[in-house]
């Protein structure tokens, strides 16, 4: 009985039903911003905390992998679950993992920086901590699509839908941001960022839990997988067209192989942009902790990373929010212009030694990511029928995080084994996108065509 879907009451019964209040509205915008500017805020701190540490680039890396697959694993399990226990227990759920996860890591941080563990059982410990946020903080993006989709007219659900969307992008600009104005004097330092969020989290839990009613959806809406928010990379695309059309009955929906003819050549492109970009995001705070000669100072460096990952945020949003819908990209252009932005951004980041190019290169880099991921994958969703949107966005949400799973540390690895070869692996990789997506990806995908898994 308790698995059973929640009741919808006949749309028609509601035409008259007020839309979700603003201030609503607004708790649900912070419970996706307070998670994406909290990550955010952290990729700024962990390189300064890593080489305050003594410990070596590649196992600051590593530290976040488990917490990646569990992510890419648990995500959508509770994307179904959102649909059948109730939309705000999950939003609690994933605000109590978020919340727990950075007080215990802001915990591991103090006691590793204070000389009170050793640099091994630190990162150790810190890796277990940021798994909770893996394994349970995937359960508040898809609640809060779904609670606002199901109480949101068809007319006004691509708008509603896009706002949550910008709260994740907008989260990834405002942690690096804020991020240098968090590290503390005293033992907290370079841990602040942790216990500040916490603070947040916690705040935005009690006022969800206060002011949030209880799930009574109007229509029917289901929980979409969303990707782990990462500087420079997160960032969402309006409503799938499921989202847009209520949920198709379960008999109704094929079966979705990865290896459809249709979906490969975007899924090739996913993939293997989504490791290049995944490995320089991986690279970025290392690199300019050496470029500015800040290893010795490692307190000092959370400012310029921050910098740094906030014009790559930025440039992200500008692509996905300014310039795709103005300039109305194919998904084929997308990917190819974006592929040759990154590579060019990749050669002038690589090649820069003060903060400004840094910053700049990076920042084209991102905005080159930021072209590339939304036309991979509207190019997969308009390959395949209505019908199937809900299975291919499970599938390129997964193929989107898994590419966080080894990249950013076998980058990391490879630079420090030779600068060269790290950045030399992530031009290849743009420019084997490029390559293939000229030959193989076409310009109108066939969204009608019958699957085929050969």
């Known amino acids: 009985m308790a698995d059973e879907p929640l009741p919808i009451r006949d749309p028609r019964a509601v035409v008259g039903t007020r839309p979700i209040s603003r201030g609503r509205m607004t708790l649900l915008f912070m419970v996706m911003l307070v998670t994406a500017a909290g990550n955010t805020a952290m990729q700024s701190v962990m390189p300064s ?7 070596a680039d590649v196992w600051i890396s590593l530290a976040y992998t488990w917490s990646a697959l569990l992510w890419v694993i648990c995500a959508p399990r509770w994307a179904k679950r959102s649909d059948r226990r109730g939309r705000k227990a999950m939003m609690a759920v994933g605000l109590g993992g978020f919340i727990l996860s950075f007080g215990l890591c802001g915990a591991v941080v103090v006691a590793g920086l204070e000389g009170l563990i050793g640099a091994g059982l630190t990162l150790a410990l810190f890796a277990a901590a940021r798994s909770l946020y893996g394994g349970f903080g995937s359960a508040a993006p898809p609640a809060v699509q779904a609670y606002v989709a199901s109480r949101t007219p068809r007319e006004d659900r691509t708008s509603a839908l896009a706002l949550l969307a910008s709260s994740f992008g907008l989260g990834t600009v405002i942690g690096p941001a804020v991020a240098p104005l968090l590290i503390f004097p ?12 916490m603070a947040f989290g916690l705040a935005v839990l009690v006022a969800l839990r206060w002011r949030l009613p209880d799930d009574d959806p109007a229509f029917a809406a289901r929980g979409q997988v969303a990707g782990a928010p990462f500087s420079a ?11 847009e059309q209520g949920v198709a009955e379960p008999g109704e929906i094929p079966d979705l192989d990865w290896r459809d ?19 320089l995001l991986g ?16 307190g000092a460096g959370a400012g310029p990373i921050g910098t ?12 996905q929010w300014g310039l795709i819908p103005h300039l109305r990209l194919s998904p084929r252009t997308s990917v190819l212009w974006g592929m040759a932005l990154a590579l060019v ?31 991979f994958t509207a ?30 540390a076998l980058g990391v690895w490879l630079y420090n084994h030779h600068e060269a070869v790290g950045f030399a692996v992530i031009g290849g990789l743009c420019a084997g996108v490029l390559a293939w997506g000229w030959h193989a990806v076409a310009d109108e995908p066939g969204g009608d065509s019958k699957p085929d898994a050969s």
Do not use: C, K
């Open 233 to 243: 990379s997160a960032g969402g695309q309006p409503a799938p067209r499921e989202a």
């Open 49 to 55: 905390i890593g080489t305050e540490l003594g410990v």
């Open 379 to 408: 190019g997969a969703s308009l390959a395949v029928s209505r019908a199937e949107q809900g299975q291919v966005g499970g599938i390129t949400a997964s193929l989107n995080g898994a590419a966080y799973i080894f990249a950013p």
């Open 283 to 298: 690279i970025a705070g290392f690199f300019v902790l050496d470029r500015l000669g800040l290893r010795a100072d490692p």
């Open 261 to 279: 003819r249709r979906l490969r050549p975007w899924l090739v492109a996913g993939l293997v942009g989504g490791h290049a970009q995944a490995a």
């Open 186 to 197: 005293g033992s907290v330092g370079l841990a602040g960022p942790f216990f500040v969020f």
């Open 345 to 375: 951004g990749t050669i002038a980041f690589a090649l820069a030694y003060d903060l400004h190019t840094i910053a700049l290169g990076f920042a084209l880099a991102s905005l080159g990511f930021g072209l590339y991921r939304p036309g």
């Open 308 to 319: 740094v990952l906030m014009a790559g945020a930025g440039a992200t949003l500008l692509a």
